[in-house]
T-cell receptor, first 109, second 111 residues
Framework: TQLLEQSPQFLSIQEGENLTVYCNSS?????LQWYRQEPGEGPVLLVTVVTGGEVKKLKRLTFQFGDARKDSSLHITAAQPGDTGLYLCAGEDDYKLSFGAGTTVTVRA | GAVVSQHPSWVICKSGTSVKIECRSL??????MFWYRQFPKQSLMLMATSNEGSKATYEQGVEKDKFLINHASLTLSTLTVTSAHPEDSSFYIC???????FGSGTRLTVV
């Protein structure tokens, strides 16, 4: 069983601060994805990383994929209350996803 | 972009009854759809893979006779929770093998 571990489980910060969420896998997936989910809704894809060492930026969000393709991080710069949500990493094999436990991020105004 | 529509968004049913949840791909054909379950404050767990025109593949520990999956067309997969019990109360979400798009989820409450 391929396992994804996310840390921290909860994160509460003040608006304007930075935060980092980590995702570590016990094995290599075809790709790794980050999602954001709001209560009562399905997860929304933020980014897909495929290549070891890859760095992708999406406005204030920066995603890194480890060289060994087993670990990834999501960094948010100058967090805003709108960034509040559940952040999930997922490893993909043939469109089948294994999710991490998620990190609940709360950004206080 | 790819859109997956899920219906209903929420349902309340009595113990012992069955509930059907629909998952539709609106602007593409999905040969494969996936069904996930998410308990409060937990992550998504894959329940089964729905294959158009063939039997679904269930993950270990998921009762195939309780969670009936039908994928009769390239745009529709259904999940039927049979003889529902309160412990089946959960958030059920589908996705399709295209664009990593998820439905908006169905909140099932069994009373």
């Amino acid at each position: 069983t391929q396992l994804l571990e996310q840390s921290p489980q909860f994160l509460s910060i003040q608006e304007g601060e930075n935060l980092t969420v980590y995702c570590n896998s016990s094995s290599v997936f075809s790709s790794l994805q980050w999602y954001r989910q709001e209560p009562g809704e399905g997860p929304v894809l933020l980014v897909t990383v495929v290549t070891g060492g890859e760095v992708k930026k999406l406005k204030r969000l920066t995603f890194q994929f480890g060289d060994a393709r087993k670990d990834s991080s999501l960094h948010i710069t100058a967090a805003q209350p709108g960034d509040t949500g559940l952040y999930l990493c997922a490893g993909e094999d043939d469109y089948k996803l294994s999710f991490g436990a998620g990190t609940t991020v709360t950004v206080r105004a | 972009g790819a859109v997956v529509s899920q219906h209903p968004s929420w349902v309340i049913c009595k113990s012992g009854t069955s509930v059907k949840i629909e998952c539709r791909s609106l602007d593409f054909q999905a040969t494969t759809m996936f069904w996930y379950r998410q308990f409060p404050k937990q992550s998504l767990m894959l329940m089964a893979t729905s294959n158009e025109g063939s039997k679904a593949t269930y993950e270990q520990g998921v009762e195939k006779d309780k969670f009936l999956i039908n994928h009769a067309s390239l745009t529709l997969s259904t999940l039927t929770v049979t003889s529902a019990h309160p412990e089946d109360s959960s958030f059920y979400i589908c996705s399709a093998n295209y664009g990593y798009t998820f439905g908006s989820g169905t909140r099932l409450t069994v009373v």
